[in-house]
Structure formats: C-alpha cells, structure tokens
C-alpha cells in the first residue's frame, strides 16, 4: 500500500514538474521564432499571423492593422531573406520576451535594401500555446 502511494506521488510529481519545463517552454518559444522567420521568408502572412496573438498590440498596431501590414508588405516585395541571430530567452510564468540580432535582405521595384538589427519581442501563453502579443 505504501509503495503504491508512493509511485502515485512521484508519478504526480514528475507530471507536475514536466508541465513547468523551462527548457520545453524555451523549445517551444524557439519554434514560434521559427516558424515566423520561415513565414517571414515565404511571405506567407497565413503563417506569420499563426504566431501571433490576437491580443497583439504594439506602436500603435492592433492585430488587423499588423495583418493589413504585412499583407501589403508581402505584395510589394519582390524577394525577402531574414535570418536571425541566436535569441535570448526570458519565461516568466506565462509571458516572456525573447531579442536576437538580425539580418533582413529586401528588394522593392528592382531595388535592395539590408535591414541589420535587435529585435525584442514580447510573447503570451494562451491557451494554444505561446504567441507574440508585442515587438513587431
């Protein structure tokens, strides 16, 4: 009986510590960047949009006007490459903040321009995971 209790409280335990996972909380983070960065060389707003909360509110763009913008962006484009550097990550219960250097390469009406920079951005844990509520 008393082993038995036991295996039910380490079981309990392990679960409990499992959903607090800071290294799975920072893979997942690390795979909305991916998958934004993927987006973002696509141009693929439908994807992009995917990691972003729809709480976003950031210099004065709510989630529509951020949607309108890339919309917009994506058609006048004619190449886009964005590579980033390593990010840092910061979890904090259910909100964190990641930066990283970049590097995006864009080319409008036959034109190229190099945009090098930090970015930080602000995430959110909502109920479908981890989304970017701010920094774009």
């Given amino acids: 009986m008393i082993g038995r209790l036991l295996c039910i409280l ?5 679960f409990v510590s ?7 909380e920072r893979h997942e983070i690390l795979n909305i960047l991916s ?6 060389n696509s141009r ?5 949009i995917s990691v972003v909360s729809p709480h976003y509110s ?15 962006n994506f058609k006048d484009f004619e190449q886009l490459t964005y590579v980033a550097g390593t990010a840092s990550i910061t979890v904090n219960g259910n ?8 590097r995006m390469k ?10 090098n920079g930090t970015e930080h951005l602000r995430l959110v844990k909502e109920p479908e ?4 509520i701010a920094g774009i």
């Fill in 58 to 72: 950031d210099k004065d763009k709510n989630f529509l006007q951020l949607k309108a913008s890339l919309e917009k």
């Fill in 106 to 115: 864009v080319r409008v009406r036959g034109k190229e321009m190099t945009l």
């Fill in 129 to 132: 995971g981890w989304k970017i």
């Fill in 18 to 24: 499992g959903c607090s996972n800071p290294e799975r």
């Fill in 95 to 102: 909100s964190a903040e990641t930066v990283s250097s970049y």
């Fill in 10 to 14: 380490f079981a309990a335990l392990l």
């Fill in 35 to 40: 998958t934004r960065a993927n987006a973002l």
């Fill in 44 to 48: 693929d707003v439908s994807k992009y």
